[in-house]
């Protein structure tokens, strides 16, 4: 099983020790203050342990915002992104449709023709890098509205239960994995925010995960994911034998 922590690029070199100590891969959330800190960037691609993976700047970000000073700038981002995932020599980058919170399902799936002929120059950037991309459910109202994005331009899907849970018409994480999920991000949530606890707090049943041991499991804690460990080992882990 390959197991990831999330951590921010600004503080990745300070959580080296603990990444290490832990025994766990990096996921790098690629904040846009350290983006040109091409240096920073380097000694982390020396240091950084693998399975290494990138979570691409997402912060107001919408590639086919209505202004189209927005849309141009967040299409810009995410290309840099992935330009700094490729030096970071992460295989994987996850990324978010930029989708505005609590949009109707019909709103949404008029959405994806547009993000279909934005997202483009995305994907074929990151083909010609070698890394492969993941979209990613944040407030997407139902599985169905991620089908032909993830078919059309060939995108794995990074199934985030809690993001279901919270934003979603669909919560039941059942419905979602339809869509064969190649990448998790585990938290603990509440139900009503999106709180990234670890996984001993909070509601929810783990149950679904059984069978997806095969694809990478990013910790998307906020603080050390020692509980998390702690219970995958206690309470999932050894129920799989």
Same mark, same amino acid.
Request: aromatic share 8%; glycine share 10%.
């Given at each position: ?5 999330s951590?921010? %690029?600004?503080?990745? *070199? ?22 040109? =800190?091409?240096?920073?960037?380097e ?11 990138a ?6 970000? =919408? ?8 849309a ?10 992935? *330009?700094?995932?490729?030096? %970071?020599? $992460? ?6 449709s ?6 109707? &399902? ?24 070698g890394?492969a ?7 997407e109202? #139902? ?8 078919? #059309? ?8 239960? $809690? +993001? ?18 190649? +990448? &998790? +991000? ?9 709180? +990234?606890?670890n ?20 910790? *998307? ?21």
């Amino acid at each position: 099983m390959r197991l990831l922590w999330s951590v921010n %690029l600004l503080e990745a *070199e300070a959580l080296l020790p603990r990444l290490e100590a832990l025994g766990l891969g990096a996921e790098v959330y690629l904040d846009p203050r350290g983006l040109g =800190d091409r240096a920073l960037l380097e000694r982390l691609a020396r240091r950084l342990p693998g399975p290494l993976s990138a979570h691409l700047p997402f912060w107001n970000l =919408d590639p086919i915002a209505p202004d189209p000073e927005v849309a141009d700038l967040s299409q810009r981002r995410l290309l840099e992104g992935l *330009e700094a995932a490729a030096r %970071l020599g $992460a295989e994987r980058a996850v990324f978010h449709s930029g989708l505005p919170a609590k949009t109707p &399902l019909a709103g949404a799936l008029a959405r994806v023709e547009p993000l279909l002929e934005a997202l483009r120059p995305l994907v074929e950037r990151a083909r010609a890098l070698g890394v492969a991309l993941f979209l990613e459910n944040t407030h997407e109202p #139902a599985p169905g509205v991620l089908v032909e994005l993830l078919e #059309a331009l060939g995108l794995g899907f990074c199934f985030d239960p $809690a +993001h279901a849970r919270v934003f979603s018409a669909t919560p039941d994480p059942f419905s979602w994995l339809a869509l064969r999920p190649g +990448h &998790l +991000h585990l938290n603990g949530t509440d139900g009503v925010y999106d709180r +990234h606890w670890n996984l001993d707090r909070g509601e929810g049943d783990l149950a679904w995960l059984e069978g997806l041991e095969g694809v990478p499991w990013v910790l *998307e804690v906020w603080g050390d994911p020692g509980p998390s460990l702690r219970f995958l080992a206690d309470r999932l882990l050894t129920a799989g034998g």
